[in-house]
């Protein structure tokens, strides 16, 4: 695509439940992250895909948070049992590649606000 | 600790004034230094990138300065424009891992007519 789609890109939910967020990546960038953004923090690290690598996995808060890459491509953060700190912006980056020599420009999704009553 | 910070915290202006927004980092070993803009409600795009050997660098009415020794970044705008209003962020890629990056809070800037 032009650009990297990211739904839903507002989304209410009730406190314990689940929620999926989706990201479709510009079409050949290996390179996908997965930052949070809160009101007046910085964007925090959550995951990184490097192809068919194992995943950085190293931001994700608590083991309610997890993501997956299907064939490279389309990535979902599923959050389950939500709290309310858990309300954020959710912002997806791709990038072509995320070599020592590259330039290292991360392309962003418009984002996905979570909010968790 | 690798850190970012960025001042000011939000910034009002008329339009047509320039602006200077400041970032300070502590990234070890530093790789580049992006700014990016980030308009409400929308993903955050990048303006400049810097690296450790350029001293200025200009997109249109956006100048980004670098000093590697003091660590030390700015971004000044000219003859702003209500468009500008957004928020600023600084952002430096950590060296030792090519998809590590430092984010500063940002400026908000508000570009008043």
């Known amino acids: 695509g032009a650009g990297v789609s990211q739904s839903p890109s507002n989304k209410v939910t009730e406190k314990g439940k689940d929620v999926e967020l989706r990201c479709d990546p510009i079409?050949?960038?290996?390179?996908l992250y997965w930052y949070r953004q809160s009101l007046g923090q910085g964007l925090e690290f959550l995951i990184y895909?490097?192809?068919?690598?194992?995943?950085?996995k190293s931001g994700l808060p608590s083991d309610r948070f997890s993501a997956e890459r299907t064939g490279g491509s389309v990535s979902t953060l599923t959050i389950q049992r939500t709290q309310q700190e858990d309300s954020a912006v959710y912002l997806c980056?791709?990038?072509?590649?995320?070599?020592?020599?590259?330039?290292?420009?991360?392309?962003f999704g418009e984002g996905s606000r979570l909010t968790v009553l | 600790k690798n850190q970012v910070e960025q001042s000011p915290q939000s910034l009002i202006i008329l339009e047509g004034k320039n602006c200077t927004l400041q970032c300070n980092y502590t990234v070890s070993p530093f790789s580049n230094l992006r700014w990016y803009k980030q308009d409400t409600g929308r993903g955050p795009v990048s303006l400049t990138i810097?690296?450790?050997?350029?001293n200025t660098k200009s997109n249109g009415r956006y100048t980004a300065t670098l000093d590697a020794d003091t660590k030390q970044s700015s971004l000044h705008i000219t003859a702003s424009q209500l468009s500008d209003s957004a928020s600023y962020i600084c952002v430096v890629r950590h060296a030792s891992g090519t998809y590590k990056y430092i984010f500063g809070t940002g400026t908000r800037l508000k570009v008043l007519a």
């Open positions: 895909f490097q192809g068919n690598s194992a995943p950085d």
């Open positions: 810097m690296t450790f050997s350029e």
């Open positions: 079409s050949g960038h290996t390179a």
């Open positions: 980056a791709s990038s072509p590649q995320a070599r020592a020599k590259t330039t290292g420009e991360l392309f």
